[in-house]
C-alpha cells in the first residue's frame, strides 16, 4: 500500500497499467474489456482494477485531473508496485487541421508549460518523450485493428482555460499537434524512474475549427483508444 493507492492480495496490481484520468472510466474498462476484474483500490474514489485481456494480467487506475495528480499516481504505481508500464488514455484538443475530431493520436514527446520537471534538478529544458518501445507496440496494434492513427508533439498544460483565446497559436506554429494535462508528468516519472509510458489520446475538440465530439463519436472512439491500448499492452 502506498498513501494513495491501496492493494488487495487478490488482485495485485499488473506491471502495465491502463490510466485514464476519469476514475469512472477505468470502471467502465475494467467492467466491460477485462476478465473478472477485481478493484484493489478506492483511496478518495480513484478507482484501480486488476484483471485479464486475453489471458493476460492488465491493471487500470484512475489519474485524476494534471500534472500533479498523474504525478503522484504514476510515481507510486512506478515506486512502490512494481509497474513497468503505463499507457494513458485520454482526450485531448487539436491544433492541427489534418488532425480531426475522433482521431487517435500518440503523444511522441510531450511539450510543457509547467515547472513540474524542475523537482529533477536540471540545469536546462528537458524534453519528456514516449518510450520507443511502447511506441512500436501501439503502432502495431494499430496495424493489427485496423485503427489509424496520427503521432506528433503535443502539449500538455496546467491550464484548462485560458484568458487570451489565441494562446494555442504559438504552439501550433512549432507543429505541437494538440493540447492534454498529463503526459508530461507520466513521461518524466518513467524516464527517472527507468520504466515505460506512452500517451495515447482521442481528439474530443479542435482549436482551428471549432468542432467537438458527439456523443456517439466519444463511444466509438474511446473504444477504438482502449482497444489499441490493451492490444499493445498484451502483446
Known amino acids: ?36 476484474p ?10 484501480g482494477y486488476t484483471g485479464r485481456y486475453k489471458g493476460v494480467p492488465v491493471s487500470v487506475q484512475g489519474s485524476g485531473m494534471g500534472m500533479p495528480s498523474m504525478g503522484i ?8 508496485f512494481g509497474v513497468q508500464r503505463i499507457f494513458r488514455i485520454g482526450t485531448c484538443g487539436s491544433f492541427d487541421a489534418d488532425i480531426q475530431v475522433g ?45 489509424p492513427l496520427k503521432a506528433g508533439n503535443v502539449l500538455s498544460s496546467d491550464h484548462f482555460y485560458e484568458s487570451d483565446p489565441d494562446w494555442w497559436k504559438p504552439w501550433q506554429k512549432m507543429n505541437v499537434k494538440g493540447v492534454e494535462m498529463e503526459a508530461a508528468a507520466l513521461y518524466a516519472n ?4 527507468g520504466r515505460e509510458a506512452l500517451a495515447i489520446l482521442t481528439v474530443s475538440d479542435h482549436f482551428v475549427t471549432g468542432d467537438r465530439a458527439t456523443v456517439e463519436q466519444r463511444q466509438k472512439n474511446f473504444t477504438d483508444m482502449m482497444a489499441i491500448a490493451l492490444d499493445a499492452a498484451t502483446a
Not at 528537458?126 to 518501445?133: D, G, H, L, R, V
Open 1 to 36: 500500500m502506498s498513501l494513495h493507492i491501496s492493494i488487495d492480495e487478490k488482485a495485485p496490481v499488473a506491471e502495465s497499467v491502463l490510466m485514464p484520468g476519469d476514475p469512472l472510466r477505468a470502471k467502465f474498462i475494467a467492467e466491460n474489456f477485462l476478465e473478472e
Open 38 to 47: 477485481v478493484r484493489y483500490s478506492e483511496i478518495r474514489n480513484m478507482y
Open 73 to 80: 499516481y504514476s510515481w507510486e504505481l512506478f515506486q512502490d
Open 103 to 147: 482521431d487517435t493520436l500518440v503523444s511522441i514527446a510531450a511539450s510543457t508549460d509547467s515547472n513540474y520537471c524542475h523537482m529533477f534538478g536540471l540545469n536546462g529544458t528537458y524534453a519528456p518523450s514516449c518510450s520507443f518501445i511502447l511506441l512500436k507496440k501501439v503502432m502495431e496494434a494499430s496495424d493489427r485493428l485496423n485503427i
Open 190 to 193: 518513467a524516464a527517472f524512474l
